[in-house]
């Protein structure tokens, strides 16, 4: 998942952690080495490189499709699985280097669910079009090997997968997980709290360009093809899994200076940092 990744399990042996662990692990792995867009060997690959042509996909690919759907529904287009195009252009290194709009002109006719053909078990998509799972698969992998784990313990789990997590219940004594979450610019580190369910966050922390003053997050608005400016540094919400987190956390940060307007209106359980 590209980042550090660690299960908490309160009140179990050393050998009992160690194998919950293997467990949790085994699982993410799965997960990343079935949708990453990064390998050549699997169901997103064949998508990618079908060249148009349809390409039939395994029951839990298809429930992902569905869901992607849903939420380029539910969010006017926002948030859209075929946007990973755009990292094309878009590096998020730190640097200055933005895209002109010639660059992104040239880019957005291969971004938009719209363009899909999604009749399941097959799915079609124009020639030089992509699928990217990143924005809700790391938050998909914490809730399935949390639902593994809660299976085999009655135990107080805690998984984390760069910081993206999700909690079976409270400690032992009935105290919350305490999260940090990293604010740029900022000395301290804010605590959230978690008593069960997700916690996810998105932000500027790490991935950002910054060009004439301005600081351009890694979320890019696919109906434009433009990253979205003016929001938040750091958006963390709290709900009932790990991907509702996730997809409510993207959505606030591609609304801008609305963000909270947009939560609010939602009734998420959210902390924003400007």
Same mark, same amino acid.
């Given at each position: 998942m590209a980042?550090p990744?660690?299960?908490?399990?309160?009140g179990a042996?050393s050998a009992?952690t160690?194998e919950?662990?293997h467990l949790?692990?085994?699982?993410?792995?799965?997960?990343?080495?079935?949708?990453?867009?990064?390998?050549?060997?699997?169901?997103v690959?064949r998508?990618n490189?079908?060249?148009?042509?349809?390409?039939k996909?395994?029951?839990?690919?298809?429930?992902?499709?569905?869901?992607?759907?849903?939420?380029?529904q539910?969010?006017d287009?926002l948030?859209?699985?075929?946007?990973?195009?755009?990292?094309?252009?878009?590096?998020?290194?730190?640097s200055?280097?933005?895209?002109?709009a010639?660059?992104?002109?040239?880019?957005?006719?291969?971004?938009?669910w719209?363009?899909?053909d999604?009749?399941?078990?097959?799915?079609?998509?124009?020639?030089?079009?992509?699928?990217?799972?990143?924005?809700?698969?790391?938050?998909?992998?914490?809730?399935?090997?949390l639902? $593994? =784990?809660?299976?085999?313990?009655?135990?107080?789990?805690l998984?984390n &997968? @760069?910081? %993206?997590? #999700?909690?079976?219940?409270?400690h032992?004594?009935?105290?919350?997980?305490?999260?940090?979450?990293?604010?740029p610019?900022?000395?301290?580190?804010?605590?959230?709290?978690l008593?069960?369910g997700?916690?996810a966050?998105s932000?500027?922390?790490?991935?950002?360009?910054?060009?004439?003053?301005?600081?351009?997050p890694?979320?890019?608005?696919?109906r434009?093809?433009?990253a979205?400016?003016?929001?938040?540094?750091?958006?963390?919400?709290?709900?009932?899994?790990c991907t509702?987190?996730?997809v409510?956390?993207?959505?606030? $940060? =591609?609304?801008?200076p609305?963000?909270?307007?947009?939560?609010?209106? &939602? @009734?998420? %359980?959210? #902390?924003?940092w400007?």
């Amino acid at each position: 998942m590209a980042s550090p990744c660690e299960v908490l399990i309160d009140g179990a042996s050393s050998a009992q952690t160690a194998e919950l662990a293997h467990l949790a692990a085994a699982e993410v792995w799965r997960i990343e080495a079935h949708w990453s867009r990064y390998r050549k060997n699997n169901i997103v690959h064949r998508i990618n490189t079908a060249g148009g042509k349809p390409v039939k996909v395994d029951e839990e690919t298809a429930r992902f499709l569905d869901y992607a759907q849903h939420l380029y529904q539910f969010s006017d287009g926002l948030f859209d699985v075929t946007s990973g195009v755009l990292r094309r252009i878009w590096t998020f290194d730190g640097s200055d280097r933005v895209p002109d709009a010639r660059q992104i002109d040239a880019i957005l006719p291969l971004v938009g669910w719209q363009k899909v053909d999604w009749q399941s078990p097959w799915l079609r998509m124009p020639a030089g079009m992509e699928i990217d799972f990143g924005g809700i698969g790391k938050e998909y992998a914490v809730d399935r090997a949390l639902g $593994l =784990l809660r299976a085999q313990t009655p135990l107080p789990v805690l998984v984390n &997968c @760069g910081g %993206d997590l #999700a909690a079976s219940g409270p400690h032992l004594d009935g105290s919350d997980w305490q999260v940090g979450v990293e604010i740029p610019g900022r000395a301290d580190t804010p605590l959230m709290t978690l008593r069960a369910g997700g916690l996810a966050s998105s932000g500027d922390a790490h991935r950002y360009l910054l060009k004439d003053g301005v600081r351009y997050p890694h979320v890019l608005d696919p109906r434009s093809g433009r990253a979205v400016t003016g929001g938040p540094h750091t958006v963390t919400v709290r709900a009932s899994s790990c991907t509702e987190a996730g997809v409510l956390s993207t959505l606030a $940060l =591609l609304h801008g200076p609305q963000a909270e307007d947009y939560l609010r209106s &939602c @009734g998420a %359980d959210a #902390a924003v940092w400007w």
